[in-house]
Nanobody, 115 residues
């Protein structure tokens, strides 16, 4: 079992920055990939960025060049630095951990970008 807790969300003006954090507990040694997903009202949850234990990152086209995902395996944490935020980045951001073929999700943190 893996337990995930996100933090760092909030309200920010367009063009601003936020950094999200996610800490994992439990069977953390078995975590392979970690990532961030988001869900806007009325829309499906979508990939934002993922990162392997070795540091290989993948980004959604919509956030490339603006968001940076990073991971500290010694602290069991994953981060999402979000710069140049846009109103369309608004949503609930969820942390996800992959363990073999099983996914674990955090409870989510709200990000609201005002225009």
């Amino acid at each position: 079992q893996v337990h995930l807790v996100e933090s760092g969300g909030g309200l920010v003006q367009a063009g601003g920055s936020l950094m999200l954090s996610c800490i994992a507990s439990g069977s953390t040694s078995s975590i392979q990939r970690m990532g961030w997903y988001r869900q806007a009202p009325g829309l499906q949850r979508e990939l934002v960025a993922t990162i392997t234990s070795g540091g290989f990152a993948v980004y959604a086209d919509s956030v490339k060049g603006r968001f940076t995902i990073s991971r500290d395996n010694t602290k069991n944490m994953v981060y999402l630095q979000m710069n140049s935020l846009k109103p369309e980045d608004t949503g609930v951001y969820y942390c996800r951990a992959t363990v073999v073929l099983r996914y674990y999700w955090g409870q989510g943190t709200q990000v609201t970008v005002s225009s």
